[in-house]
């Protein structure tokens, strides 16, 4: 399926004491990007949107979406592969298993293995 141009949702950074860490961004795709960002209450009264302005209903409709999404993180300091694993693996509330298997997968994605 080729590429489908994205558009940028939202932007953070992760800090640590003073230092920042990295940047992550947030992309959807241009349909869904429109429908996020137009309201009924907008100058086009013919704009309709499912999905909720605000709330943890508007985040499980993104989710939900079957939209192209994509995540850009963006380091700032010189940080391993294995460090980032660590960091991004150690959920609470998710097996072991998949755990794993998330954290083998960021090491060998960056590591270029």
Same mark, same amino acid.
């Given at each position: ?32 990007? &429109? ?9 086009? %009264?013919? /704009? ?5 302005? !605000? @709330? ?15 995540? &850009? ?9 294995? %460090?980032? /694993? ?5 959920? !609470? @509330? ?20």
């Amino acid at each position: 399926q080729p590429r489908q141009p994205m558009n940028l949702l939202g932007v953070g950074t992760r800090k640590k004491a003073i230092l920042n860490i990295y940047s992550v961004g947030f992309y959807v795709s241009k349909p869904l990007w &429109k429908e996020l960002t137009t309201t009924t209450t907008s100058k086009n %009264k013919n /704009a309709k949107t499912n999905i909720p302005a !605000k @709330g943890p209903k508007r985040c499980q409709a993104i989710v939900d979406s079957k939209a192209p999404k994509a995540v &850009k993180l963006t380091f700032v300091m010189g940080i391993g592969p294995e %460090k980032i /694993a660590e960091a991004m693996s150690g959920l !609470k @509330g998710v097996s072991e298993s998949v755990r794993t298997e998330f954290h083998d997968m960021i090491v060998n994605g960056l590591s270029g293995g």
